[in-house]
Every structure is written in C-alpha cells, then in structure tokens.
C-alpha cells in the first residue's frame, strides 16, 4: 500500500499548486509518483519541494514547469 507523509505547509504548497498551475493529470500523477517516493522514509515538508517540481520537469513539458518555478520564486537551478 503506498503512504503519503508530509507536513501541513508541503500539503498547503501542493494544493495550492494543483489549483492554481497543474493542469494536466499526468502532472498529478507525477506529484504523486514523487511525493510518494521521497516519504517512504518519514515526513517531507517544504525542504523537497525543489526536487518534486525537479522531478516534475524530467517528466513533463518544461514550459508549463518553467512558469510554476517563477511564479513560486525559484530559479532554473531548482
């Protein structure tokens, strides 16, 4: 059975980025993929937002990626 562990502002983060720039499942189903991952081993929070939208790069198209790391402040260097 896969879990999801991870802390109410990395939850907060994430809904607010379905709502307001995901907007592809594919895009969902690789938060999930990720979120999944990184907290097989105890609680994420905030500290592996960076690596979820780098993970989500990888996978998808990078133009809409591109728009969520400026809209949230982050750089091209993740």
Excluded: C, W
């Excluded at 690789?30 to 999944?36: F, G, L, M, Q």
């Excluded at 937002?49 to 400026?70: A, H, P, T, V």
């Amino acid at each position: 059975m896969d879990i999801i562990k991870l802390d109410v502002p990395l939850f907060i983060r994430l809904l607010e980025l379905a709502r307001e720039e995901i907007k592809d499942d594919a895009d969902i189903h690789d938060v999930a993929e990720i979120v999944t991952k990184l907290s097989q081993p105890g609680v994420i929070g905030m500290e592996q937002y960076n690596e979820i939208i780098g993970f989500m790069s990888k996978q998808g198209d990078n133009s809409e990626l591109e728009r969520i790391r400026k809209l949230s402040g982050m750089n091209n260097n993740g």
